[in-house]
T-cell receptor, first 109, second 116 residues
Framework: GQNIDQPTEMTATEGAIVQINCTYQ??????LFWYQQHAGEAPTFLSY??LDGLEEKGRFSSFLSRSKGYSYLLLKELQMKDSASYLC??????????WGAGTKLIIKP | GAVVSQHPSWVICKSGTSVKIECRSL??????MFWYRQFPKQSLMLMAT?????????EQGVEKDKFLINHASLTLSTLTVTSAHPEDSSFYIC????????????FGEGSRLTVL
């Protein structure tokens, strides 16, 4: 079956670094996505990885290991506005997204 | 990035009435659009995949006669919640793919439906 696992909730301190992990099992693989979603709003795109390695984009970086079915989102210099849910999604062989349940990130001052 | 606009953002209706939600891709042609619903504190749940000019593909457990989807053009898909009931109250979100095989989805702002 197809499955995406990510932690339900994480807490971090403003200014610190946090890593949100995601493991996936999908029928075929066409990339791994990370989305940010603030409460009551639609998700916004953060990153897309299809090759192994680390993709850095400002304060946010995303890593992928296809052999391990594993990805993480790394957030540096955390700000209060980073408090949100972070959704991991894997694209399967039919180019459909399989969504994780999301990780609620709580930032404390 | 590409823009997807969803309308209305908020809608309150009486039980038994029907509500239509529009999803438009403003600066690109979307061959495929997706409709999701999201209950409070829960993840997105895919309801259906809508391809331009053909019938929508509904996920298991989603009533196609209750949630009517029309994708009449490459820039517009509509979701009609027929005979709405309070349990249909939810956040409905659409997304669109710019190309057939490209990965990124562009999301609409979402529509919050409250059925009294």
């Amino acid at each position: 079956g197809q499955n995406i696992d990510q932690p339900t909730e994480m807490t971090a301190t403003e200014g610190a670094i946090v890593q949100i992990n995601c493991t996936y099992q999908t029928s075929g693989f066409n990339g791994l996505f990370w989305y940010q979603q603030h409460a009551g709003e639609a998700p916004t795109f953060l990153s897309y990885n299809v090759l192994d390695g680390l993709e850095e984009k400002g304060r946010f970086s995303s890593f992928l290991s296809r052999s391990k079915g594993y990805s993480y989102l790394l957030l540096k210099e955390l700000q209060m506005k980073d408090s949100a849910s972070y959704l991991c999604a894997s694209m399967d062989s039919n180019y459909q997204l399989i969504w994780g349940a999301g990780t609620k990130l709580i930032i404390k001052p | 990035g590409a823009v997807v606009s969803q309308h209305p953002s908020w809608v309150i209706c009486k039980s038994g009435t029907s509500v239509k939600i529009e999803c438009r891709s403003l600066d690109f042609q979307a061959t495929t659009m997706f409709w999701y619903r999201q209950f409070p504190k829960q993840s997105l749940m895919l309801m259906a995949t809508s391809n331009e000019g053909s019938k929508a593909t509904y996920e298991q457990g989603v009533e196609k006669d209750k949630f009517l989807i029309n994708h009449a053009s490459l820039t517009l898909s509509t979701l009609t919640v027929t005979s709405a009931h309070p349990e249909d109250s939810s956040f409905y979100i659409c997304s669109a793919k710019q190309g057939a095989d490209t990965g990124e989805l562009f999301f609409g702002e979402g529509s919050r439906l409250t059925v009294l």
